[in-house]
């Protein structure tokens, strides 16, 4: 017996304005939408609506609506409605339960908790309207030797870097779990804004190697599409020990979603689920993680920064001075807001911590370990607004990987359902049909638009602090105060409460 | 009950100025007290201090300690520090003389001294290393001591109250040396501590500092990774640290230095000569937490020379002049005309552009 679940979320229709045109049929790969030859009108079935707003946007008439359900169990604060129809969800199939993108519970949000200096009287604001304010940084190791050549003039000793225009990167999303279209937005995007995208652990589709300058590509427990030409094509190489939405389990690709294309870039069967291991095989320690490191870079002669990316989890300070002195050039962390193509619910939703808490325990400990210039520290999981990145970037991180909010800049509405592969957004799908919809000639435009708007806002807000370089905001925790919050996180965070003085 | 400096962050604006007779004749500090008098303005009463180079020729192979004492206890300890691990060569208190504005003065006692040999070599370390370690020992974990100068042939002479009176306080009249630097404090808060007022030195380096920079936590929290403790929390502190650092432990030159505090925007260097692109990208690539942001101008003193250096912005004024062998470094044009009305030359440096005065014979020594 199967318990009938009500939808948490209804398709409203104004019956006065719809003219039954029929788009949100053809638009809707969920089928919510269909006419009824013999009223003349169109009829939704709310059950199989993922709430992606699609057909909201779409409809030429602004016709429809998606409210929440007002259908409700008798309420109860501990059994609220989606923990009782996940019981029954369970009991029915006696399945995990999936689900996509980033931890939507309301776990309280740090960035939102710590609020951002400005100079006043004592030393002046910098208008960037006016003066140059850079948001060049380079990424990678720093600890170099002095050496000298016979003139005196310093050697070049420097490990080899990544240079990025903007604090900014396209975090890791493989084509599989997004489209093609999506990727070729995120490649173009990243080349013209001067930064890096990331292939995820999916391998790079042939169309794409031409953008490898700004590609980071990714190694995986899973070691899909990972060969020779597919390093060399790169301008880093990240290893992924973890992710912010699923630590301690692989990456999960369901069959529907790997077409012939994805299967040849993988290099995997058609149609088969694509689930990588827990742990990488060969790493089941630090020194491990130090074989792999130096065996991608052996493997490309040493002239690319090797990239650990880690989910953020309760020892994150030690595992990150472990790896930063496993020859790694620089950590990645994943906060447990980041986003996902598909991730078990309860892991998504219960597994890992705040991105804000470790990223300032890992500054902290690398500075106490005297370790902090051997590796750059890009943070992710989630990275909302510009705001978030000017925080993010004084409690100690060189630059941001943002994936969610650049899927909301190509149409994503967070129906999170990417797991469907039904995306009608053309973003999380490999049907052709959807694909199409989303245009890479706008698409990486939109992206280009969004990065260089939050840069101007970066820039605003750094001249607001009298800081004309990115690099001065490095770490700079006394520009950052709290609101809200209490003795143990101000003291993990390494901040002041607002209204202390300096 | 107000916080000591130290215990919280002090900002303050400021009057610096500085003097050298590259031909290394010795010179009162007469010249600066009048020179920064001029500058009354531009001090609120809560801070004075000079730096004199070549003041104790007689001594000049001993490191010269400056400490105040707040209490007996205080000079105890520190003075058993000392006798563990230095050779007191000679000891006294600092002579000065009563000025009815410069109030609460703690005990001011002046040490030479010389690392005692077997110390030094199980210490594992080079001497000026050994020596900076002893004086962040002390200001960091005795309280109530403070080490305020510790170079060869070079003081520190400062405390609360206006310069002018600080320098006859110190009766510098009596002593001759062949450059000096003066700080006149205008702090955003009112501790009245005299470790808290400026210069502040390390070994031969000391630093006058005009300015409140915006990098501050970024370049604290990044050179206390090399063992510097920034007790004061000041600015000219923790410059004075990275120059420390990059000048003395890395071996960089000043001029190097001075790409790496006040780095051109990456535009500028962009538009140079390859080979200072390519030095001065390496440079900001390798130190880029060390760049310093928001208004700053500093003198720097070190044995044999002053470079005088503001922020790429030129959001401080500095002046510098010359006439004949002296050459001057002032916050205003107006201290360097009230002791030298003549000059054969005057020009404001650009923003980030070092100018270095050096000893005749003895230039680029700075180490």
Redesign the interface.
């Known amino acids: 017996m199967n318990i009938y679940i009500r939808p948490e979320y209804e398709v409203v229709r104004d019956e006065n304005r719809c003219i039954a045109c029929r788009v949100c049929e053809r638009q809707c790969a969920n089928e919510v939408h269909r006419f009824d030859p013999e009223t003349g009108r169109m009829i939704a079935e709310s059950d199989k609506c993922v709430n992606c707003h699609r057909c909201v946007c779409l409809c030429p008439t602004h016709a429809l609506k998606i409210v929440k359900s007002d259908d409700t169990y008798k309420t109860n604060a501990n059994w609220d409605n989606q923990t009782i129809n996940e019981v029954y969800k369970q009991a029915n199939s006696g399945g995990v339960l999936l689900s996509s993108m980033g931890n939507p519970k309301p776990y309280p949000v740090f960035w939102d908790k710590m609020l951002i200096n400005a100079?006043q009287v004592?030393?002046?604001p910098?208008d960037p309207l006016r003066?140059?304010m850079?948001t060049?940084?380079?990424l990678g190791r720093?600890s170099?030797a002095?050496e000298r050549d016979e003139k005196g003039?310093?050697k070049?000793t420097?490990a080899p870097?990544l240079k990025l225009n903007v604090p900014i990167l396209f975090s890791a999303m493989s084509y599989g779990s997004i489209s093609y279209n999506a990727h070729e937005s995120l490649a173009r995007a990243a080349e013209e804004l001067g930064t890096y995208y990331n292939t995820g652990e999916g391998g790079l589709h042939k169309d794409f190697y031409k953008y490898g300058k700004n590609t980071i590509v990714q190694v995986a427990s899973g070691r899909f599409g990972v060969f020779e030409g597919y390093l060399e094509s790169a301008a880093a190489i990240e290893i992924k020990m973890g992710q912010g939405a699923k630590p301690g389990i692989g990456g999960h690709l369901p069959g529907a979603k790997i077409s012939a294309d994805v299967s040849e870039t993988r290099m995997i069967p058609q149609g088969v689920d694509a689930i990588s291991p827990a742990p990488h095989h060969d790493i089941y320690s630090i020194e491990d993680l130090r074989q792999l490191v130096y065996s991608l870079k052996e493997a490309t002669a040493y002239k690319k920064p090797v990239i650990v990316k880690i989910a953020a989890v309760h020892n994150i300070a030690a595992i990150a001075s472990g790896i930063a002195r496993s020859g790694a050039d620089v950590i990645a962390i994943d906060g447990y807001r980041g986003g996902t193509g598909a991730a078990p619910t309860r892991i998504r939703d219960n597994v890992g911590i705040p991105i804000e808490l470790a990223l300032a325990e890992v500054d902290q400990r690398l500075?106490d370990e005297?370790i902090?210039?051997d590796v750059s520290i890009l943070v992710g999981g989630s990275i909302r607004s510009s705001a978030d990145v000017v925080k993010a970037i004084a409690l100690g991180a060189d630059a941001c990987y943002i994936g969610t909010a650049a899927l909301l800049a190509l149409g994503c509405h967070l129906c999170r359902t990417c797991h469907a592969g039904r995306c009608n957004w053309g973003i999380a799908t490999q049907r052709p049909d959807l694909v199409k919809r989303l245009n890479p000639d706008i698409g990486y435009k939109r992206l280009v638009n969004l990065v260089t708007a939050w840069n101007h806002e970066i820039q605003e807000m750094m001249g607001g602090?009298?800081?004309?370089?990115i690099?001065?905001?490095?770490?700079?925790?006394?520009?950052l105060r709290g609101l809200g919050l209490n003795e143990a996180e101000l003291r993990i965070l390494g901040i002041k409460y607002a209204g202390e003085?300096? | 009950m107000l916080l000591r400096e130290g215990q919280f962050r002090n900002p303050s604006g400021c009057a610096v100025t500085g003097v050298i007779d590259r031909s290394g004749k010795g010179m009162t500090g007469e010249g600066m007290i009048e020179a920064i008098s001029v500058m009354h303005d531009r001090s609120n009463g809560l801070g004075g201090g000079y730096a004199g180079y070549g003041i104790y020729p007689h001594y000049k192979d001993f490191y010269a300690f400056h400490l105040f004492y707040e209490t007996r206890a205080a000079k105890e300890q520190t003075e058993a520090f000392i006798a563990r691990h230095f050779e007191i060569v000679y000891s006294s208190e600092i002579q000065t003389r009563r000025i009815p504005t410069v109030t609460d003065e703690p005990e001011i006692f002046r040490y030479f001294l010389a690392p005692l040999p077997r110390k030094l070599a199980n210490s594992h370390l080079d001497e000026r290393e050994y020596v900076a370690r002893c004086v962040i020992r002390v200001n960091s974990e005795i309280d109530g001591a403070y080490v305020f100068s510790s170079g060869k042939n070079m003081g520190i002479f400062k405390g609360v109250g206006f310069p002018e009176d600080i320098g006859r306080f110190y009766r510098l009249e009596e002593y001759e040396g062949y450059a000096w630097t003066c700080h006149g404090r205008y702090p955003t808060n009112t501790p009245g501590w005299w470790g808290g007022a400026h210069p502040f030195g390390l070994l031969d380096f000391s630093v006058v500092h005009n300015g409140e920079i915006s990098s501050y936590d970024a370049n604290r929290r990044y050179i206390e990774m090399f063992g510097y403790r920034c007790t004061l929390q000041t600015d000219t502190e923790v410059i004075t640290y990275i120059i420390d650092y990059l000048v003395r432990k890395r071996g960089l030159t000043l001029s190097e230095t001075a790409h790496v505090i006040a780095a051109s925007f990456w535009t500028t260097i962009g538009q140079k000569d390859a080979a200072a692109r390519e030095q001065e990208t390496l440079l900001r690539r390798m130190f880029p937490s060390l760049l310093v942001t928001g208004p700053f101008s500093i003198i720097l003193g070190y044995e044999g020379g002053l470079m005088a250096l503001g922020d790429r912005l030129k959001l401080r004024s500095t002046v510098c002049a010359e006439r004949g062998d002296i050459a001057y470094i002032a916050s205003e044009e107006s201290a360097i005309r009230r002791i030298a009305p003549d000059l054969d030359r005057v020009w404001s440096p650009a923003g980030g552009e070092p100018v270095v005065f050096e000893l005749y014979g003895k230039e680029g020594r700075a180490q």
Request: hydrophobic residues 35%.
């Open positions: 100079s004592t030393n002046p910098i003066e140059p850079e060049q940084l380079w720093r170099a002095i003039r310093l070049n420097l870097q500075r005297g902090r210039d602090m009298g800081i004309n370089s690099e001065a905001l490095r770490g700079n925790r006394l520009m003085s300096m």
